[in-house]
Structures are given as structure tokens and as C-alpha cells.
């Protein structure tokens, strides 16, 4: 079972409009979360993680997260997008399993801005 | 500042040959992970290094090995290639400070693999 959920295979907003990206999780203990981006045939760029600590994290771009522990969830928020958001987004939990502290992302959240 | 360097960036192989991809990780990183992406899928974690034993492995096939150096970069071998190897493979690199699952891994730009 996927550790990490993105319910949204793909989010479409209209540039200026503010932007949230879906993520919840299912680990136990503590979860470590990230989130990343992907554009078009590139690697993926850290955006922010949640370790401990304030529950809303800024990272970078703009971008920010809120640690929700009673929704075991992690949004990605921005307050106003911009066109050259549009990229694939992936929301990651570090965990400890077999395969020893893994990075697991869930399957990506296609975001497209419109001018 | 200086990122993960991957090489090569496009690799083109014919079913049962071998490659080797090479990660270079960014300066002072002790850490470095692979990841394998197939077409529309999120990446999957293959296997991680730090300070040069292997540190944590995943669903890497057996006819993969990797290794990282003493200059810490690490490379992926690869053997009897099947078209299911067909892929991006990432590599990623952290400093393993602090308690472990909280380093931050930075990924390098990948290695398109394609094998006919």
C-alpha cells in the first residue's frame, strides 16, 4: 500500500488564483514529509519538508505546507500561482521498512496554470 | 551552487548489454541515492550509499549493482538489459547529519536510459 496519497492526478488554476496540491500519508511514528517538483524532463527540485516543529512550513518559490497530524495530511499552498508553476509534483514520506529509510513518493499531482 | 551530476544524460542499449551510470554528488554529501522512474510513474527507490557501504536497499533487480567511492561518487551498474529497464534513473545525494530520514535529498538532472 502507498505510504504517501496524491487524490489528484491533475489540478488546473487560473494564474493569480491561489493553489493547493493534495497529499495525506499512513505511516506510524513520526512521518518525515517532502515535497518535490519535477519539470518536464528534468530532476525533481526540493520545495520544503516537514520534520518537527511548526505545523506550516515556507519553502522555496513560494510554496508552503501544512503538517496536518488529526487529517494526516501534508498540502502544498500557494497564495497566487504563476504560469511557470505548471510542472508535476510529488509528495514524498521518509520511513523506515525493509528496505530501510526509503524516500516513498505518491504517484504525482500534474499542476497546470492558465494565463 | 554546485548540484548533482549525472552522466551520461541519454543512453541508448540493446536488450542484454550492460551500462554503467555515473552520479557525482554535490561536494561534502556523504550520501547517495538511486531511483528509478518508468514512464508516467513516481520514482522508485533502488538502493543508498553513506561513506561508501552500501546503507539501505530497495527494489533494485539483481542483475543491478552500485557501489560509491572514495571520492563518494557512486555508480550504477547494470547487466542483461531488458526492455523493462527502460527508464530515468535519478540520483540523489544528502548529508547524513542529525537523525537518520531527516537529510534532505537533492537529485541530479538523470540519465535517460532506453533499451531496445
Known amino acids: 500500500a502507498q505510504s504517501v496519497a496524491q487524490p489528484e492526478d491533475q489540478v488546473n488554476v487560473a494564474e493569480g488564483n491561489p493553489l493547493t496540491v493534495k497529499c495525506t500519508y499512513s505511516?506510524?511514528?513520526?512521518?518525515?514529509l517532502f515535497w518535490y517538483v519535477q519539470y518536464p524532463n528534468r530532476g525533481l527540485q526540493f520545495l520544503l519538508k516537514?520534520?518537527?516543529?511548526?505545523?506550516l512550513v515556507k519553502g522555496s518559490y513560494g510554496f508552503e505546507a501544512e503538517f496536518n497530524k488529526s487529517q494526516t495530511s501534508f498540502h502544498l499552498k500557494k497564495p497566487s500561482a504563476l504560469v511557470s508553476d505548471s510542472a508535476l509534483y510529488f509528495c514524498?514520506?521518509?520511513?523506515?521498512?525493509?528496505?530501510?529509510?526509503?524516500?516513498?513518493f505518491g504517484k504525482g499531482t500534474s499542476l497546470l496554470v492558465t494565463p | 551552487a554546485a548540484g548533482v551530476i549525472q552522466s551520461p544524460r541519454h543512453l541508448i542499449k540493446e536488450k542484454r548489454e550492460t551500462a554503467t551510470l555515473k552520479c557525482y554528488p554535490i561536494?561534502?554529501?556523504?550520501?547517495v541515492y538511486w531511483y528509478q522512474q518508468g514512464p508516467g510513474q513516481d520514482p522508485q527507490f533502488l538502493i543508498s550509499?553513506?561513506?561508501?557501504?552500501?546503507?539501505d536497499k530497495g527494489s533494485i533487480p539483481d542483475r543491478f549493482s552500485a557501489q560509491q567511492f572514495s571520492d563518494y561518487h557512486s555508480e550504477l551498474n547494470m547487466s542483461s538489459l531488458e526492455l523493462g529497464d527502460s527508464a530515468l534513473y535519478f540520483c540523489?545525494?544528502?548529508?547524513?547529519?542529525?537523525?537518520?530520514?531527516?537529510?534532505?535529498?537533492?537529485f541530479g538532472p538523470g540519465t535517460r536510459l532506453t533499451v531496445l
Open positions: 550509499f553513506y561513506e561508501k557501504m552500501q546503507s
Open positions: 540523489a545525494s544528502s548529508l547524513g547529519l542529525g537523525d537518520r530520514g531527516t537529510d534532505t535529498q537533492y
Open positions: 516537514y520534520i518537527t516543529g511548526d505545523n
Open positions: 505511516v506510524s511514528g513520526n512521518p518525515y
Open positions: 514524498a514520506v521518509r520511513e523506515w521498512s525493509n528496505s530501510g529509510y526509503a524516500l516513498n
Open positions: 561536494p561534502r554529501h556523504d550520501t
